[in-house]
């Protein structure tokens, strides 16, 4: 069902409502803000969903993938390319906050 903008004649107050055609035309809304008179505001954009759209969409995707790909096979945020130079100094507190000891 489509979503239709309603303007106040009066303070040019915005209004969605998700409405029929038929039922858009023939409501008549009170403004929230100034008590006026709302009136349906003519459709600026329309978006059509089809086969275009999804191969558009499809491209992007495989353009994102492309972006972020990494040489060790990840999608994410890994430390395959870290080499540490030194150990984290916060490890002992990771591990304490884990429920982790070293009393093994």
Known sequence: MPIYTF???DCDAGREVM????EAEALKLMCF????????????TL?????AIQARKAEKANEEKAYFAKACGHKYACRCGVKLTRQNPFKQDIRAAHGFTDDA
């Open 7 to 9: 303007r106040c004649d």
């Open 19 to 22: 409405a029929g055609y038929r």
């Open 33 to 44: 803000a100034c008590g006026g008179t709302m009136r349906r505001a003519p459709v600026m």
């Open 47 to 51: 978006n059509v969903i089809g086969p």
